[in-house]
């Protein structure tokens, strides 16, 4: 038997979608899994019960990663009840569409809030807390690429934390710890597929070259990658998993 400690791994917006997918595919690889999420405890609750049921181990913390405070008081807690963190995986965001000269304020704020100070807040904790060759994986997005109307608060959001996570695998040097961004394209979670027609969906669907929607389990895939042995050489990068999309 290994006697080396489990290693953790911390997914914030994990009860749902991509970040589900992501905390389960973790926790078979092996981690014990931290699953964050910042509203309904329900499906936070049901995914770490259905970890323990396929022999893994996973506890919720809820923390609004947008609070710096409770960012701070998650970190704390995985140091008290886990001993440290291997893995951050900032899977937590929020999606507003609308053209640039119709975005209110309040939609700005928001999605700045989140995604980009959401993101900063993990990032430095994890900067001063991660174990020495642990690993970080950010979420950006293929919309960053493809500059579409009605994106350009969110993809500037994610142009964000791409030039963030260059930064830090820079600063990181010396310690054995990666950072890297996944940036997904269209991607058949229920957030996705929500108000949108079947004809939309189908459109969109076919412009990737494989034409089909990602699936969840294609993103924790590449994360899966990033985050294990495999991964160990791949750094300061971004990458496009899209199926071809751009």
């Known amino acids: 038997m290994s006697t080396q400690p489990q290693k953790v791994a911390l997914v914030t917006g994990a009860s749902r979608g991509i970040g589900a997918a992501v905390a389960q595919r973790l926790a078979r690889d092996g981690f014990a899994l931290v699953v964050n999420y910042s509203g309904d405890a329900k499906p936070a609750e049901a995914l770490v019960a259905k970890i323990a049921g396929a022999g893994g181990h996973a506890v919720a913390i809820k923390a609004d990663v947008s609070d710096p405070a409770a960012v701070g008081a998650m970190f704390d807690r995985i140091d008290a009840e886990f001993g440290g963190l291997d893995v951050l995986v900032n899977n937590a965001g929020i999606m507003t569409l609308s053209n640039i000269a119709e975005t209110d304020d309040a939609v700005f704020d928001r999605q700045i809030a989140v995604n980009l100070k959401g993101t900063f807040n993990t990032l430095r904790e994890a900067a001063k807390r991660l174990r020495d060759g642990g690993r970080i994986v950010n979420f950006s997005s293929s919309v960053v690429g493809m500059l579409q109307p009605g994106y350009g608060v969110y993809a500037a959001t994610k142009a964000a934390v791409e030039a963030m ?27 996705f597929m929500h108000g949108k027609s079947p004809e939309l969906v189908d459109r969109l669907a076919k412009m990737a070259p494989l034409e089909r929607l990602g699936e969840p389990e294609d993103i924790a895939a590449v994360v899966a990658t990033l985050a294990g042995p495999d991964g160990a050489w791949i750094n300061g990068q971004t990458l496009r998993a899209n199926g071809g999309i751009i």
């Open 165 to 191: 996570t260059s930064v830090l695998t820079k600063e990181l040097r010396g310690r054995g710890i990666t950072v890297n961004a996944v940036a997904p394209g269209p991607t058949a979670t229920d957030l």
